[in-house]
Nanobody, 129 residues
Framework: QVTLVESGGGLVQPGGSLRLSCTAS????????MGWFRQAPGKEREFVTA????????YYAESVKGRFTFSRGNAKNTVYLQMNSLKPEDTAVYYC??????????????????????WGQGTQVTVSS
């Protein structure tokens, strides 16, 4: 069992930045593929970004490409989502997720929340002036 804990959410003005962190309870977490999803009020949860278990491949939704950066930390059991040039439409609860699916499966399904086996509790991000 893997427990994921997100942190770093908060209130930020449009154009500002936030860095979200997701820490896992297991050191072997470094072998898991990871993803971030978000859910705005009244909307379905949507894919934001994902990174392969090796860290060699990173994927982004078109809506965040060029503004968000997903990375693995040196501690290996933490990943980070750097969010720049934030917009009001980025307001949502952000969820970290981990997947132990095969690399082939993950490469073709990283954008689907059904691909992920473990989820954090979420952290609120509000972009407003």
């Amino acid at each position: 069992q893997v427990t994921l804990v997100e942190s770093g959410g908060g209130l930020v003005q449009p154009g500002g930045s936030l860095r979200l962190s997701c820490t896992a309870s297991q050191r072997t977490f470094s072998n898991y593929a990871m993803g971030w999803f978000r859910q705005a009020p009244g909307k379905e949860r949507e894919f934001v970004t994902a990174i392969s278990g090796t860290g060699g491949s990173t994927y982004y939704a078109e809506s965040v490409k060029g503004r968000f950066t997903f990375s693995r930390g040196n501690a290996k059991n933490t990943v980070y989502l750097q969010m720049n040039s934030l917009k009001p439409e980025d307001t949502a609860v952000y969820y970290c997720a981990a997947s132990y699916k095969s690399q082939t499966y993950y490469t073709n399904n990283y954008y689907s929340d059904g691909t992920y086996d473990y989820w954090g509790q979420g952290t609120q991000v509000t972009v407003s002036s």
